[in-house]
């Protein structure tokens, strides 16, 4: 299994300003995601982040909205850009330790992001 | 992703097996299915995978049909704080092996 560790755990942020997700693995794991979850509703992947590379953005989601950063193979960072209260969600990271397609996904505890 | 199907909700008494059941008609021969809960406000948190045979672990059992196209998720004994919402998830290569949560079973066990 892999410990993630997710910085903040959860903020307060105001409209119109960035905030910036660090997601720490205890050790280098293949691949690593990003989730979205909103309030009442299930988890929805943001974005594939890849290391050495620009990450794989899913439909709905752009690099300039959510850049994301993976400079090696224990941390990513997630920047939600701009945010409006439509951002308040929680903001998951997952890593992917194992062959792909066999491999197992582990989740961090979540950064809660409220914006006012 | 192969399409998954669960029922909305369920309940269980404590002490009791939860059977928990997920259809995936679509499976191809080479996809897993993994099985994985949400406790509120937790980050979701691995249960078990499985290809063909059944598979068991400290937390459950799986149970895989011969055909592949349903399984079952099995909390031999629930406990009050197995309550939570549990997802069925075929991932393929499609997707880059990401899951694809659907909005799962919600599960609620009783005293």
């Known amino acids: 299994s892999a410990v993630i560790s997710q910085k903040p755990s959860r903020d307060i942020c105001q409209r119109g300003t960035s905030l910036t997700i660090q997601c720490q693995v205890d050790?280098?794991?293949?691949?690593m995601f990003w989730y979205r979850q909103q309030p009442g509703q299930s988890l929805t992947l943001i974005a594939t982040a890849n290391q050495g590379s620009e990450a794989t953005y899913e439909s709905g989601f752009v690099i300039d909205k959510f850049p994301i950063s993976r400079p090696n193979l224990t941390f990513s960072t997630l920047t939600v850009s701009n945010m409006s209260p439509e951002d308040s969600s929680i903001y998951l990271c997952?890593?992917?330790?194992?062959?792909?397609?066999?491999?197992?996904?582990?989740f961090g505890p979540g950064t809660r992001l409220t914006v006012l | 992703d192969a399409k998954t199907t669960q029922p909305p909700s369920m309940d269980c008494a404590e002490g009791r097996a939860a059977n928990l059941p997920c259809n995936h008609s679509t499976i191809s021969g080479n996809e897993y299915v993994y099985w994985y809960r949400q406790i509120h406000s937790q980050g979701p948190q691995y249960i078990i995978h499985?290809?063909?045979n059944n598979e068991t672990n400290e937390m459950a059992s799986l149970i895989i049909t011969e055909d592949r196209k349903s399984s079952t998720l099995i909390l031999p004994h629930a406990t009050l704080r197995d309550t939570a919402v549990y997802y069925c998830i075929v991932p393929n290569s499609n997707s880059g092996y990401a899951l694809n949560f659907g909005k799962g079973t919600s599960l609620l066990v009783t005293p």
């Open positions: 499985g290809l063909k």
């Open positions: 050790s280098q794991v293949t691949m």
């Open positions: 997952s890593v992917a330790t194992g062959p792909l397609g066999q491999d197992t996904q582990y």
